[in-house]
């Protein structure tokens, strides 16, 4: 079964390219470390899912590109062409000249309407070249004005025109120190309205990937391709084929419907995280030798701690002991040190995955009490390595991973919001003070929910 | 629907860092494009890039094209700025474009226009640079400055349907460019502007360029400004407005400001404040540092801010060229991250939209780093964050101004060049401590990347604060007017006119004092402490 990409607004679409580039590289790699077999099948089910053939041979990724000004698609679809490997189908995108100006009002209540049949149009097509849609994956950054308002309203269509579908949306979360100055206000909006058409939401931060690439990947001058490229990796390091169950015989067909059923078992909870360990650079890579016993260890901490990689993890944190009381709720204002996670998903690749232990993750200390642990972790896996990761593994995780982000950028708004300060911009396109209120609103509940884990 | 166009292989030549032999100054340029003979455009390939080149952008099929914008100079000051933003456009773009084809950049700014066969004046939308035109109203009621203008090197650049002149000029009084003039004219101007709209086929922003103290900038310039609101309410309007100075040797040009200051406030979505004051500074800044022969011979002479270096330009400079040229920059710099391609864009939208919290605070401190360039192309990341620094300290503001010292409502960076993500960051991280922002922005920052720097710069920064540091020059302006209202002063000059009135004075000097007035309140806010308010409880 197949997902469709949509990629919106500057971000998404830079983005959107460096993950099917990771995908196709991966593809091509010679590293799979697995029989000419399973490689084939591998690729088979890659092709499947990403791509539609070409009578030219090249593959043609299954997206859907917007933004309301020229320049990034652009590029996007040239480069991709380039490249020799992959490209974009070049009537498989829509853009405009003049772009949303950061203001996500101008996104959702102008620029979506307007522009909503032709969109949809192009995403029909996508749909209908798939022999079996799993579902859609878009692709947005909160901050602008493009990805962030036009893209909830897309995803609004998204859901009225495909009402059996998955969608997962794929939000980035901004820099704290600003790139945007009223990115919390456009971040408030979106979370608020992709929570009600949207399955799940699957959160990057700009801050944390930062990160990663300066003391992971030692990258000195660190440019947003360099971001965008461990996003890339860390997202396909999850939605490349996996076998989801054990003793399954065929790549799975469905990964978003697995996903979401596994991690969303209601839909008060809808915010992923996701940790992929190792990250490092390609030099050091050929240099280090991994134990999985290592690499769950760390990855479970990580989930415990809310760590945002696998260096300066907090070893103190312990999930708290079987037998004592429950912990009383704490209010999301306190610092919280154990991250009470709903479900979770690790995905395994490369060498001796089944030999794996992951009971470390089947602790029920770990999980809210609503499953019992069985239902409430599962495990993707294959033989075949990604990315040139002998040993890699990944982790979905629905837990209070985002509590704290999301508290601050409520905070951050609402202390704006009380100033009244920008909100004429939003008014001017037919967002009113009501309308932030609902969102907030809508918001204070899900932190509540999540703090109440 | 999709426009369905056929596929457009519009070739962006490679960005090339080396600089153009001196000597193919102003020749060089006329060479690049206007000497270019019927070799037709190659079709732009694929293959390696050469390492460090830009590969050229290919144009999809069906893309839209960008958005343009409009240069309306007004008056004396207004006209000589202006002429300086076009011919230093054209550098501009001539360095990057060197295969001299028509391309979505220069678009933004040009039309291009095939004038062989006489007559014709349609658009000419792609392929080679046949005649650029630039999108330009050109207005002055003395006719001095604009007819050297259409007599000098820039003169294909403008065509006379794109004039309003007259002979008598304003005599500095507001009045008379406002209300006597705007009367007279406004048909013509309409008429005009409505015709260079209609060669563009996005028309996203007006730039207004006029001076604030005497009567034609003043006067006409804000009374364009309100056709603009009235005809084109969708289309942006920044406007870049010299205010005087103390010294200013017109009398009655604090009258004249404060008269325009309403019109700014209200019609305006944007407005550059700039004084001659602080560019006279940077202007002899530049010259002490590079004549001092500590670093004289290693200065690549166009990077200085004030250079006509490799533009048209040929003759000798004039006095306020160097000044005029600083002003340009900021244009361009404003202007580039809409017209080039970059890792986080900028749009002139997007510049609005975050650096106005409130409708009237709608006043930009700019500042331009860096000054020049040494010739050493390789550049340590130690001055690198000197520019950072250099954008906020008073010495590069263009109006007397210290954003260090005062409250920041807004702040946007557009870095153009070879500078990426982590050098923002590493540098806001550090300058933030030492920068008051007000309690409900803390982090109020507004960031662009642009990869292409400008000429002569491996990267340059532009900031533009919204900061209470612009108080002072309106309340000194407040000053000088009340000083001169008091008396009476020359009043009978400006009410002996047609639709003038005492009201319009007594307006003009309360919308000011509201605008200051919301600069105190906000001040105010500076030493107390930010009390948060409190969180919305949710039931459970």
Same mark, same amino acid.
């Given at each position: 079964?197949?997902?469709?990409?949509?990629?919106?607004?500057?971000?998404?679409?830079?983005?959107?390219?460096?993950?099917f580039?990771?995908?196709?590289?991966?593809?091509?790699?010679?590293?799979?470390?697995?029989?000419?077999?399973? #490689?084939?099948s591998?690729? *088979? =089910?890659? %092709?499947?899912?990403?791509? @539609?053939?070409?009578? /030219?041979?090249?593959?043609? $990724?299954?997206?859907?590109?917007?933004?309301m000004?020229?320049k990034?698609?652009?590029?996007?679809?040239s480069?991709?062409?380039?490249?020799?490997?992959?490209?974009?189908?070049?009537?498989?995108?829509?853009?405009?000249?003049?772009?949303?100006?950061n203001?996500?009002?101008?996104?959702?209540?102008?620029?979506?309407?307007?522009?909503?049949d032709?969109?949809? #149009?192009?995403?029909?097509? *996508? =749909?209908e %070249?798939?022999?079996?849609? @799993?579902?859609?994956? /878009?692709?947005?950054?909160? $901050?602008?004005?493009?990805g962030?308002?036009?893209?909830?309203?897309?995803?609004?269509?998204?859901r009225?025109?495909?009402?059996?579908?998955?969608i997962?949306?794929?939000?980035?979360?901004?820099?704290?120190?600003?790139?945007?100055?009223?990115?919390?206000?456009?971040?408030?909006?979106?979370?608020?309205?992709?929570?009600?058409?949207?399955?799940?939401?699957?959160?990057?931060?700009n801050?944390?990937i930062? %990160?990663?690439?300066?003391?992971?990947?030692?990258?000195?001058?660190?440019?947003?391709r360099?971001?965008?490229?461990?996003?890339?990796?860390?997202?396909?390091?999850?939605?490349?084929?996996?076998?989801?169950?054990?003793?399954?015989?065929?790549y799975?067909?469905?990964?978003?419907?697995?996903?979401?059923?596994?991690l969303?078992?209601?839909?008060?909870?809808?915010?992923?995280?996701?940790?992929?360990?190792?990250?490092?650079?390609?030099n050091?890579?050929?240099?280090?030798?991994?134990?999985?016993?290592?690499?769950?260890?760390?990855?479970?901490?990580?989930?415990i701690?809310?760590?945002?990689?696998?260096?300066?993890?907090?070893w103190?944190?312990?999930?708290?002991?079987?037998?004592?009381?429950?912990?009383?709720?704490?209010?999301?204002?306190?610092?919280?040190?154990?991250?009470?996670?709903?479900?979770?998903?690790?995905?395994?690749?490369?060498?001796?995955?089944?030999?794996?232990?992951?009971g470390?993750?089947?602790?029920?200390?770990?999980?809210?009490s609503?499953?019992?642990?069985?239902?409430?972790?599962?495990?993707?896996?294959?033989?075949r390595?990604?990315?040139?990761?002998?040993?890699?593994?990944?982790?979905?995780?629905?837990?209070?991973?985002?509590?704290?982000?999301m508290?601050?950028?409520?905070?951050?708004?609402?202390?704006?919001?009380?100033?009244?300060?920008?909100?004429?911009?939003?008014?001017?396109?037919?967002?009113?003070e009501?309308?932030?209120?609902?969102c907030?609103?809508?918001l204070?509940?899900?932190?509540?929910?999540y703090a109440?884990? | 629907?999709?426009?369905?166009?056929?596929?457009?292989?519009?070739g962006?030549?490679?960005?090339?860092?080396t600089?153009?032999?001196?000597?193919?100054r102003g020749a060089?340029?006329?060479?690049a494009?206007?000497?270019?003979?019927?070799?037709?455009?190659?079709?732009?390939?694929?293959?390696?890039?050469?390492?460090?080149a830009?590969?050229?952008?290919?144009?999809?099929?069906?893309?839209?094209?960008?958005?343009?914008?409009v240069?309306?100079q007004?008056?004396?000051?207004?006209?000589?700025?202006?002429?300086?933003?076009?011919?230093?456009?054209?550098?501009?773009?001539?360095?990057?474009?060197?295969k001299?084809?028509?391309?979505?950049?220069?678009?933004s700014?040009?039309?291009?226009?095939?004038?062989?066969?006489?007559?014709?004046?349609?658009?000419?939308?792609?392929?080679?640079?046949?005649s650029?035109?630039?999108?330009?109203?050109?207005?002055?009621?003395?006719?001095?400055?604009?007819?050297?203008?259409?007599?000098?090197?820039?003169?294909?650049?403008?065509?006379s349907?794109?004039?309003?002149?007259?002979?008598s000029?304003?005599?500095?009084?507001?009045?008379?460019?406002?209300k006597?003039?705007?009367?007279?004219?406004?048909e013509?101007?309409v008429?005009?502007?409505?015709?260079?709209?209609?060669?563009?086929d996005?028309?996203?922003?007006f730039?207004?360029?006029?001076?604030?103290?005497?009567?034609?900038?003043?006067g006409?310039?804000?009374?364009?400004?309100?056709?603009?609101?009235?005809?084109?309410?969708?289309?942006?309007?920044?406007?870049?407005?010299?205010?005087?100075s103390?010294?200013?040797?017109?009398?009655?040009?604090?009258?004249?400001?404060?008269?325009?200051?309403?019109?700014?406030?209200?019609?305006?979505?944007?407005?550059?404040?700039?004084e001659?004051e602080?560019?006279?500074?940077?202007?002899?800044?530049?010259?002490?540092?590079?004549?001092?022969?500590k670093?004289?011979?290693t200065?690549?002479?166009?990077s200085?801010?004030?250079?006509?270096?490799?533009?048209?330009?040929?003759?000798?400079e004039?006095?306020?060229?160097?000044?005029?040229?600083i002003?340009?920059?900021?244009?361009?710099?404003?202007t580039?991250?809409?017209?080039?391609?970059?890792?986080?864009?900028?749009?002139?939208?997007?510049i609005?939209?975050?650096?106005?919290?409130?409708?009237?605070?709608?006043?930009?401190?700019?500042?331009?780093?860096?000054?020049?360039?040494?010739?050493?192309?390789?550049?340590?990341?130690?001055?690198?964050d000197?520019?950072?620094?250099d954008?906020?300290?008073k010495?590069?503001?263009?109006?007397?101004?210290?954003p260090?010292?005062?409250?920041?409502?807004?702040?946007?960076?557009?870095?153009?060049?070879?500078?990426?993500?982590?050098?923002?960051?590493?540098?806001?991280?550090?300058l933030?401590?030492?920068?008051?922002?007000v309690?409900?922005?803390?982090?109020g920052?507004?960031?662009?990347?642009?990869?292409?720097?400008?000429?002569?710069?491996?990267?340059?920064?532009?900031a533009?604060?919204?900061?209470?540091?612009?108080?002072?020059?309106?309340?000194?302006l407040?000053?000088?007017?009340?000083k001169?209202?008091?008396?009476?002063?020359?009043?009978?000059h400006?009410l002996?006119?047609?639709?003038?009135?005492?009201?319009?004075?007594?307006e003009?000097?309360?919308?000011?004092?509201?605008?200051?007035?919301?600069?105190?309140?906000?001040?105010?806010t500076?030493?107390?402490?930010?009390?948060?308010?409190?969180?919305?409880k949710?039931?459970m």
């Amino acid at each position: 079964m197949s997902i469709v990409t949509v990629q919106l607004g500057q971000c998404g679409n830079q983005i959107g390219y460096e993950v099917f580039n990771a995908i196709c590289n991966d593809f091509h790699s010679t590293h799979g470390l697995c029989s000419k077999k399973e #490689n084939e099948s591998y690729q *088979e =089910a890659c %092709k499947e899912r990403f791509f @539609s053939e070409e009578k /030219t041979g090249v593959p043609v $990724a299954r997206a859907v590109l917007v933004d309301m000004e020229p320049k990034v698609i652009s590029q996007t679809l040239s480069i991709a062409a380039r490249s020799g490997h992959w490209r974009y189908d070049h009537q498989s995108h829509f853009c405009q000249k003049q772009g949303s100006g950061n203001n996500w009002a101008n996104g959702y209540s102008v620029h979506g309407p307007r522009y909503r049949d032709v969109i949809m #149009n192009l995403v029909q097509k *996508e =749909a209908e %070249k798939c022999d079996r849609l @799993s579902g859609f994956f /878009t692709v947005m950054s909160m $901050a602008g004005g493009t990805g962030s308002g036009m893209g909830a309203f897309v995803t609004q269509c998204l859901r009225d025109a495909f009402p059996t579908s998955f969608i997962l949306n794929q939000v980035i979360w901004p820099y704290g120190t600003g790139e945007v100055i009223v990115q919390n206000y456009n971040s408030v909006l979106t979370l608020s309205h992709l929570y009600q058409s949207a399955d799940a939401l699957l959160v990057h931060e700009n801050d944390a990937i930062h %990160k990663i690439c300066a003391q992971l990947m030692n990258i000195k001058k660190i440019s947003f391709r360099d971001v965008n490229q461990v996003i890339a990796h860390q997202l396909g390091s999850v939605f490349q084929p996996t076998y989801s169950s054990e003793g399954a015989s065929q790549y799975s067909r469905s990964p978003l419907g697995d996903l979401m059923e596994s991690l969303v078992p209601h839909p008060e909870f809808k915010m992923l995280g996701l940790r992929n360990i190792p990250q490092m650079s390609e030099n050091s890579l050929t240099y280090s030798t991994f134990t999985w016993p290592g690499l769950i260890k760390h990855l479970r901490q990580m989930l415990i701690a809310n760590a945002k990689m696998e260096e300066g993890i907090d070893w103190q944190v312990r999930p708290p002991l079987p037998g004592h009381p429950v912990p009383p709720k704490a209010s999301p204002n306190k610092a919280l040190h154990f991250n009470t996670s709903i479900a979770n998903l690790v995905v395994l690749r490369g060498k001796d995955v089944q030999s794996v232990d992951l009971g470390g993750f089947r602790d029920p200390a770990l999980y809210t009490s609503w499953l019992n642990p069985q239902e409430a972790f599962k495990i993707w896996k294959t033989p075949r390595a990604f990315n040139k990761y002998e040993k890699s593994a990944s982790l979905v995780s629905n837990s209070q991973f985002l509590l704290k982000l999301m508290d601050n950028i409520v905070g951050k708004a609402w202390n704006m919001f009380a100033s009244k300060a920008y909100v004429h911009q939003y008014t001017k396109f037919g967002i009113e003070e009501e309308d932030f209120l609902d969102c907030f609103t809508t918001l204070e509940q899900v932190l509540s929910s999540y703090a109440s884990l | 629907m999709v426009p369905s166009t056929p596929s457009l292989a519009v070739g962006r030549a490679c960005v090339s860092l080396t600089r153009t032999a001196p000597g193919t100054r102003g020749a060089g340029l006329s060479e690049a494009w206007f000497g270019v003979g019927g070799a037709s455009p190659s079709p732009v390939g694929g293959g390696g890039a050469a390492a460090g080149a830009r590969a050229p952008l290919l144009t999809a099929p069906g893309a839209a094209t960008m958005t343009q914008s409009v240069v309306v100079q007004v008056g004396q000051c207004g006209n000589q700025i202006g002429c300086r933003f076009w011919d230093l456009a054209l550098r501009e773009h001539a360095a990057v474009n060197k295969k001299g084809i028509y391309d979505e950049a220069l678009s933004s700014f040009f039309r291009n226009v095939d004038t062989r066969n006489g007559g014709g004046d349609a658009d000419i939308h792609k392929g080679k640079i046949f005649s650029l035109k630039a999108r330009a109203l050109l207005i002055d009621m003395e006719e001095g400055v604009v007819n050297e203008i259409l007599q000098g090197p820039l003169r294909d650049v403008f065509d006379s349907k794109q004039l309003i002149t007259d002979v008598s000029g304003s005599g500095n009084n507001w009045a008379v460019g406002h209300k006597l003039y705007g009367y007279q004219y406004r048909e013509h101007i309409v008429e005009k502007l409505r015709r260079t709209a209609e060669h563009c086929d996005c028309l996203q922003c007006f730039f207004v360029i006029h001076s604030m103290g005497g009567g034609t900038g003043s006067g006409l310039g804000t009374f364009v400004l309100n056709v603009l609101e009235d005809e084109f309410p969708e289309v942006y309007r920044f406007v870049t407005s010299v205010y005087p100075s103390g010294e200013d040797d017109v009398i009655t040009s604090p009258y004249n400001s404060v008269l325009a200051m309403k019109e700014l406030n209200e019609h305006a979505d944007c407005v550059l404040p700039i004084e001659n004051e602080s560019l006279f500074s940077i202007v002899s800044k530049i010259h002490q540092m590079t004549s001092s022969g500590k670093l004289g011979s290693t200065v690549k002479q166009n990077s200085l801010l004030t250079s006509s270096a490799g533009s048209i330009k040929t003759e000798q400079e004039k006095p306020f060229d160097a000044m005029n040229n600083i002003v340009a920059n900021l244009l361009l710099n404003l202007t580039s991250s809409a017209r080039f391609e970059g890792s986080l864009n900028m749009d002139l939208n997007e510049i609005s939209m975050n650096l106005v919290p409130f409708p009237r605070l709608h006043y930009l401190v700019s500042s331009l780093t860096p000054l020049y360039t040494l010739a050493d192309v390789n550049v340590p990341s130690r001055r690198l964050d000197q520019m950072f620094s250099d954008a906020f300290s008073k010495d590069h503001q263009l109006i007397q101004a210290d954003p260090k010292h005062s409250l920041y409502l807004a702040c946007a960076l557009l870095v153009r060049g070879n500078v990426q993500v982590s050098d923002l960051r590493r540098n806001i991280e550090r300058l933030k401590p030492s920068l008051h922002f007000v309690s409900w922005n803390q982090e109020g920052w507004k960031t662009g990347l642009c990869s292409v720097p400008p000429v002569g710069h491996s990267h340059s920064l532009l900031a533009l604060a919204n900061n209470t540091c612009v108080k002072p020059t309106f309340t000194e302006l407040k000053d000088r007017f009340m000083k001169l209202y008091k008396k009476k002063a020359h009043l009978h000059h400006y009410l002996r006119v047609d639709g003038m009135e005492q009201s319009c004075f007594s307006e003009a000097i309360s919308s000011l004092s509201d605008l200051i007035e919301e600069y105190n309140q906000l001040d105010a806010t500076k030493s107390a402490p930010g009390t948060y308010p409190s969180r919305l409880k949710i039931a459970m």
